[in-house]
């Protein structure tokens, strides 16, 4: 439907041409491959007509309240704001559209950050990479946690160990990703002795 909209108004002057794609497309997430290619088409679209000189806006939202985001149970509401993502009020989303219309960006992602929530991922090892330049975390205390950035730093920093340290330090880094996946606010809270059930 946007690529025959798109080809219906190539030759009119429109001020403006705005697509609502997802965050989706941006951040991805677990069983939604197919959604997230779908939004990401509509930013892509939005690239090609500002390429060829055409207006056109992708709006990548977040989760409204009252909208997809307003039949999630609180449960699934905890997992999103643990993630450093909250929802959307129809106030601030009508305001983020206003704010759309100044730019002549063609891809903008309206959703509101919960930075405490996001430090806290990033202690973890487990902020996307597409938030790293928003949260500085202290390489110390990052490391105190067990954090690694990527598999090559977490082998580099086992090879480096005595045999008899690798075990634990594997253990620190297996329990800080189930901390940041529950939403736990540090390893401490994920006994290393529990079954994972």
């Given at each position: 439907?946007?690529?025959?909209?798109?080809?219906?108004t190539?030759?009119?002057?429109?001020?403006?041409f705005?697509?609502?794609?997802?965050?989706?497309?941006?951040?991805?997430?677990?069983?939604?491959?197919?959604?997230?290619?779908?939004?990401?088409?509509?930013?892509?679209?939005?690239?090609?007509?500002?390429s060829?000189?055409?207006?056109?806006?992708?709006?990548?939202?977040?989760?409204?309240?009252g909208?997809?985001?307003?039949?999630?149970?609180?449960?699934d509401?905890?997992?999103?704001?643990r993630?450093g993502?909250?929802?959307?009020?129809?106030?601030?989303?009508?305001?983020?559209?206003?704010?759309?219309?100044?730019?002549?960006?063609?891809?903008?992602?309206?959703?509101?950050?919960?930075?405490?929530?996001?430090?806290?991922?990033?202690?973890?090892?487990?902020?996307?990479?597409?938030?790293?330049?928003?949260?500085?975390?202290?390489?110390?205390?990052?490391?105190?946690?067990?954090?690694?950035?990527?598999?090559?730093?977490?082998?580099?920093?086992?090879?480096?160990?005595?045999?008899?340290?690798?075990?634990a330090a594997?253990?620190?880094?297996?329990r800080?990703e189930?901390?940041?996946?529950l939403?736990?606010?540090?390893?401490?809270?994920?006994?290393?002795?529990?079954?994972?059930?």
């Amino acid at each position: 439907a946007a690529w025959n909209l798109h080809e219906l108004t190539q030759g009119m002057d429109l001020s403006a041409f705005v697509l609502f794609s997802s965050a989706a497309g941006a951040f991805g997430g677990a069983g939604q491959a197919n959604y997230a290619a779908a939004n990401v088409f509509l930013d892509a679209l939005a690239a090609h007509r500002r390429s060829r000189g055409l207006v056109a806006t992708s709006l990548a939202w977040g989760l409204w309240d009252g909208g997809m985001g307003g039949d999630l149970g609180e449960t699934d509401r905890g997992r999103i704001n643990r993630g450093g993502i909250t929802v959307l009020s129809p106030e601030t989303g009508l305001a983020l559209f206003d704010a759309a219309q100044r730019t002549t960006e063609p891809l903008l992602v309206p959703l509101p950050l919960d930075m405490p929530a996001l430090r806290l991922q990033a202690r973890g090892g487990m902020l996307p990479d597409l938030l790293r330049g928003l949260v500085r975390v202290p390489a110390r205390r990052a490391a105190a946690h067990g954090a690694a950035v990527g598999a090559s730093a977490l082998r580099e920093r086992v090879a480096g160990l005595a045999e008899n340290e690798r075990f634990a330090a594997v253990l620190d880094v297996v329990r800080g990703e189930v901390a940041g996946v529950l939403g736990h606010g540090s390893v401490d809270e994920v006994p290393a002795d529990r079954a994972f059930k």
